[in-house]
């Protein structure tokens, strides 16, 4: 698998440093969101999910955060590493009580770490 | 477990011939997903099953596309005849189905189809 390596915005860290990666999303309605990692010549691989009723939530290394009012979606990754290089996709379900197919994938951000 | 399994990893192929790509779900899953990956649309959905019943295929670009799945452990995506701008990653993903949250998908490789 290939993920999308041209005309996507790109976000480049220091090694070490933290990372802040955001998304607009489409649908107000959306009560699900989950962040997507792809790595070159992968498919995307879970990284973490947010329901509609909280506004952040904690995994190893990073943070998710949902702000409902201007309908954005951020991941935060601590102390950033090399392998944390790939492109990044954001995805909400749109409707309440819809079911996984009605997942809606963002167009991605590319994370280049420098070490 | 192998995870989700694709084949081929590559496709090349000309214009007009049909292609078939074939995906294993992760066994026990009960969801199946096929998605096409281009620069320019980005991750889009094309159809998804849910106990082997095709659910939602409003994705299928047209009537070119189609996908089956025989058996829980079995899908295939057929594109016949294939044109140039059907050049993409067409990703499988599998998940435990129902309304269970997380709802994580498992992405298989990929396959990457260039119809010249």
């Known amino acids: 698998g290939e993920s999308v390596g041209l005309h996507l915005p790109t976000l480049s860290v220091q090694e070490g440093d933290n990372s802040i990666i955001n998304c607009a999303y489409s649908?107000?309605?959306?009560?699900?969101f989950i962040w997507y990692k792809q790595e070159s010549g992968k498919g995307p691989q879970f990284i973490i999910d947010?329901?509609?009723n909280m506004d952040k939530r904690q995994g190893q290394r990073v943070t998710v955060l949902l702000n409902k009012t201007v309908k954005h979606l951020s991941l935060q990754i601590a102390a950033t590493q090399p392998g944390d290089s790939a492109v990044y996709f954001c995805a909400e379900r749109w409707g309440y009580g819809g079911s996984q197919g009605n997942l809606i994938f963002g167009k991605g951000t590319k994370l280049s770490v420098k070490p | 477990d192998a995870g989700v399994i694709q084949s081929p990893r590559h496709e090349v192929t000309e214009m007009g011939q049909e292609v078939t790509l074939r995906c294993k779900p992760i066994?026990?899953?009960?969801?199946l997903f096929w998605y096409r990956q281009t620069m320019m649309r980005g991750l889009e959905l094309l159809i998804y099953?849910?106990?082997?019943?095709?659910?939602?295929d409003s994705g299928m670009p047209e009537d070119r596309f189609s996908a089956k799945m025989p058996n829980a452990s079995f899908s295939t995506l057929k594109i016949q005849p294939s044109e140039p701008r059907d050049s993409a990653v067409y990703f499988c993903?599998?998940?435990?189905?129902?309304?269970?949250?997380?709802?994580?998908?498992?992405f298989g490789p990929g396959t990457r189809l260039t119809v010249t």
């Open positions: 947010i329901r509609s």
């Open positions: 649908n107000s309605a959306s009560d699900y």
């Open positions: 099953f849910n106990n082997n019943v095709p659910i939602d």
């Open positions: 993903a599998s998940s435990l189905g129902g309304d269970r949250v997380p709802y994580e998908q498992y």
């Open positions: 066994s026990g899953h009960n969801s």
